[in-house]
């Protein structure tokens, strides 16, 4: 594989996370956040005049591009003294977020996804396949690279196609950011920054923390400059199997036949994809676990009189002895 020049050109897909259920509960308010985030696309499209931009805004209900499009809702002012490409890139982002927050969810629409979650492995899959035809339409040398701004917690039931859009990023050198801006850690997107080669961010808002800087400090820099920089590492990464059921670590557990779902503890109904185990299994497993847990207790409680037996010949012969 080529290495990187300082003339090449780069590709930058950026994945909005605009569930309002979890902006609900920021102290930085989603339409602040929006103004920094644009002012991030306009530093990084002036950077170079060949560098191309791709947007996508994800939440519970759907995942669509705001950018490119080949027309835009919103009217700009010509009156504004902007660059023209900032000005159809702000316009484009602004309106397509206007309209997924105002339209209404339909009925009975993604059941396994919960309101704090959004449809991130959706959005990183309409990534990929935005790199692929821009990478293959282009003749120069394009490196192409995948920014998650997350403010949803994980969701269990996208498991298996997020990681199988991780591991098709890594084999297409594709690297991805993560700057998770509200909540806690997310397990999934640590392992996609720390497998794709790429970082995983995190920013304390209610701390005085600024996401714009974040951003042109750390996501700005292209394939070229990351070589020559000191990124901020995490090695808080754990990448043992985390169980749906409880979001808890696990060294052994029990995985779904169906959909590879992993759980802590046998249960008769796979809580992702519904399907019914037999329940001869489950109780088979649940006496298993009952015997070693009696034989545990046995074997201690073996242990404990043996001990005190010892203890008491010890003392006769003690005794004798005198």
């Known amino acids: 594989?080529?290495?990187?020049?300082?003339?090449?050109?780069?590709?930058?897909?950026?994945v909005l996370d605009i569930n309002t259920s979890a902006w609900s509960t920021s102290p930085l308010p989603l339409d602040k956040a929006l103004q920094q985030i644009i002012i991030f696309i306009n530093g990084y499209l002036a950077l170079k005049p060949e560098n191309?931009?791709?947007?996508?805004?994800?939440?519970?209900?759907?995942?669509?591009?705001?950018?490119?499009?080949d027309h835009t809702s919103a009217t700009p002012d010509q009156d504004i003294q902007v660059y023209e490409q900032f000005r159809v890139v702000d316009a484009?982002?602004?309106a397509g977020v206007k309209n997924m927050i105002i339209n209404t969810e339909p009925p009975n629409a993604n059941q396994g996804i919960e309101e704090a979650q959004s449809l991130i492995a959706r959005a990183l899959s309409k990534a990929l396949c935005h790199i692929h035809r821009v990478t293959e339409s282009t003749l120069s040398k394009i490196w192409p690279r995948i920014l998650v701004l997350s403010a949803a917690e994980d969701s269990p039931r996208e498991y298996i196609a997020l990681m199988n859009s991780i591991f098709a990023a890594q084999k297409m050198s594709v690297l991805i950011d993560i700057c998770k801006i509200i909540?806690?850690?997310s397990v999934f997107l640590q392992q996609a920054a720390e497998i794709s080669g790429g970082n995983y961010l995190k920013v304390d808002t209610a701390r005085g923390e600024s996401l714009l800087q974040t951003l042109l400090f750390t996501c700005l820099a292209d394939h070229y400059t990351r070589e020559i920089l000191y990124f901020p590492g995490n090695e808080q990464i754990d990448f043992r199997a985390t169980c749906f059921c409880h979001k808890k670590v696990v060294d052994i557990g029990f995985v779904c036949s169906v959909c590879l779902s992993i759980f802590c503890r046998p249960a008769p109904v796979c809580s992702t994809c519904q399907t019914k185990f037999s329940i001869k299994l489950v109780k088979t497993e649940s006496a298993l676990s009952s015997s070693s847990a009696l034989t545990s207790n046995g074997k201690q409680m073996l242990a404990a009189s043996e001990m005190s037996a010892f203890s008491l010949e010890d003392e006769k012969t003690a005794t004798a002895g005198k």
């Open 1 to 14: 594989m080529s290495e990187p020049l300082e003339s090449d050109a780069s590709l930058l897909v950026v």
């Open 52 to 69: 191309k931009l791709v947007v996508l805004a994800s939440n519970k209900r759907e995942c669509r591009c705001l950018y490119p499009v």
């Open 92 to 94: 484009s982002i602004l």
């Open 183 to 185: 909540g806690r850690d």
